[in-house]
């Protein structure tokens, strides 16, 4: 398998250096030879995006998405309604800040079946995309591990993204690929080459699964820390056509509680050495 030789496809999410502010995030990155960042919209609370936009552009930074919409199903007709309003509003912060894509977490209602959570996903998605082609801002479907199926997401496996894409049929819709969450699945070569066959993949997300793993939510490891086979995918994503940016997405109470500056020199390591 062909390794990664340089940086020039090295994205890094603001959430794997949860400690930094966004201005930290962006100089930090750029000082390291970073130049491209996922934004999680937490840290925008509060803040002026022409001043985020602004320091973007000083540091010649590129951002590759926003993170966070979706979160979509619901029992409740009005929490239905106010969701999208957030999507909407996500959307216009990606296009203040020159994120091409919002990368969806479509969420799920325990209180309702999986079939009627994705059933609403689908007419939310369907909902947005008039806005999403005004604004010119792709929508990423992330389908997360199916231990999150509970209230994260009813899209759980690659073939379900690729199934609602198609149902959907927008050049707004793809998928963002993570590794952390679809590694398992024995489809998983078959479903990239699918997706990458109408140019679905938006997005490509790496980390590790470290076993044990002692927390589901926040015991995310480094490329090279765990059990999946991170280049060999990202060979198969790039197979089927993905020329984008490696996103480093690290969740991590273990690597949180480091230095961040020497913790991003690891990052780079890893990066190079197992992604
Ligand atoms: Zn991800």
């Not at 963002?176 to 997300?205: M, P, T």
């Not at 589901?216 to 280049?231: A, Q, S, W, Y």
Request: hydrophobic share 40%; net charge negative.
């Amino acid at each position: 398998m062909r390794s990664l030789t340089n940086y020039s496809k090295l994205c890094v999410h603001t959430q794997t250096n949860k400690p930094w502010t966004i201005e930290e995030c962006i100089t930090q990155y750029a000082a390291a030879g970073v130049s491209a960042i996922s934004i999680w919209r937490h840290l925008l609370e509060g803040k002026d995006l022409s001043e985020i936009k602004e320091l973007l552009i000083k540091n010649q930074m590129e951002v590759v998405a926003l993170v966070r919409g979706g979160f979509f199903p619901s029992v409740d007709d009005k929490q239905r309604a106010l969701v999208l309003e957030d999507n909407r509003l996500a959307m216009e912060q990606a296009t203040a800040l020159g994120a091409p894509q919002v990368v969806l977490v479509c969420g799920a209602d325990p209180n309702q079946s999986l079939k009627v959570s994705r059933q609403q996903i689908k007419e939310g998605i369907i909902a947005l995309l008039p806005q999403a082609e005004q604004l010119g801002v792709k929508l990423s479907i992330e389908p997360l591990h199916p231990m999150y199926a509970g209230d994260k997401s009813a899209i759980s496996s690659l073939g379900q993204a690729n199934d609602l894409c198609e149902e959907i049929d927008s050049p707004w819709v793809g998928v963002a690929i993570d590794v952390y969450h679809l590694w398992w699945d024995d489809q998983l070569e078959k479903e990239i080459y699918r997706c990458g066959k109408s140019d679905n993949i938006f997005a490509f997300h790496v980390c590790d699964w470290r076993v044990p793993t002692i927390d589901f939510l926040t015991d995310r490891g480094l490329m090279g820390e765990g059990c999946i086979p991170v280049k060999q995918i990202r060979e198969w994503v790039e197979k089927a056509g993905f020329d984008g940016y490696n996103e480093v997405e690290v969740f991590s109470e273990r690597l949180w509680a480091q230095d961040q500056k020497l913790y991003l020199e690891h990052i780079k390591k890893a990066y190079l050495n197992h992604s």
